[in-house]
């Protein structure tokens, strides 16, 4: 079967720094992807993992261990705006792209 | 905006009618998915095209989804008889598929609210 697991919700304070965590399960693997939702909108993209390591975009880096099944993304200097779901997805061997149930993160001032 | 645009953006329909939904993708894009998201869910996929071939379909996707690509450009969703728990996000996404990096673009999803 395929399972991704992350944490329902998270809070942390503005200008901190915050880790999400993602477990993943999957027929094969293709690559993970992390994107951030806004309530009501689209899902929009924030980074691709394929190799192990760390990915560093600005403020926000990913990190992705096959080995363990694990990646997480990292979210520095927090600010107001990034207060959102933020979604892990695995694309498996067959191509098929699966998302997580999305982990959504509140930041207080 | 990301250039994927879908249609309309909100239905209101009674139960036991038939909607169809459509999706325009970014037009040098090979690959289109359909998912459906849940308040408080993630998206959870349909099905996708890989140009007008549908590659798969989830085991979620009763007999009353039905999805075409006919000439590998937009892509149309139809629900026949829909029921109260059809009410959801759905949501297209494009992509082009190719060695390395493959990011999919999503539309701003069509609410759909069975009454």
């Known amino acids: 079967g395929q399972n991704i697991d992350q944490p329902t919700e998270m809070t942390a304070t503005e200008g901190a720094i915050v880790q999400i965590n993602c477990t993943y399960q999957?027929?094969?693997?293709?690559?993970l992807f992390w994107y951030q939702q806004h309530a009501g909108e689209a899902p929009t993209f924030l980074s691709y993992?394929?190799?192990?390591g760390l990915e560093e975009k600005g403020r926000f880096s990913s990190f992705l261990s096959r080995s363990k099944g694990y990646s997480y993304l990292l979210l520095k200097e927090l600010q107001m705006k990034d207060s959102a779901s933020y979604l892990c997805?695995?694309?498996?061997?067959?191509?098929?792209?699966?998302f997580g149930k999305g982990t959504r993160l509140h930041i207080l001032p | 905006d990301t250039g994927v645009s879908q249609d309309p953006r909100h239905k209101i329909t009674k139960r036991g009618q038939n909607v169809t939904f459509r999706c325009d993708p970014i037009?040098?894009?090979?690959?289109l998915y359909w998912y459906r998201q849940t308040l408080g869910q993630g998206p959870e996929f349909l099905t996708y095209?890989?140009?007008?071939?549908?590659?798969?379909k989830s085991r979620l996707l009763s007999d009353r989804f039905s999805a075409e690509r006919p000439k590998g450009s937009f892509s149309t969703l139809e629900i026949q008889r829909t029921e109260q728990g059809d009410s959801a996000m759905y949501l297209c996404?494009?992509?082009?598929?190719?060695?390395?990096?493959?990011?999919?673009?999503f539309g701003p999803g069509t609410r759909l609210l069975v009454l």
């Open positions: 993992n394929v190799l192990d």
């Open positions: 999957t027929s094969g693997f293709n690559g």
């Open positions: 037009s040098e894009h090979n690959r």
């Open positions: 997805a695995v694309r498996g061997a067959d191509d098929k792209i699966i």
């Open positions: 996404a494009s992509s082009r598929s190719r060695e390395g990096l493959e990011t999919q673009y």
């Open positions: 095209f890989q140009n007008e071939a549908q590659l798969e």
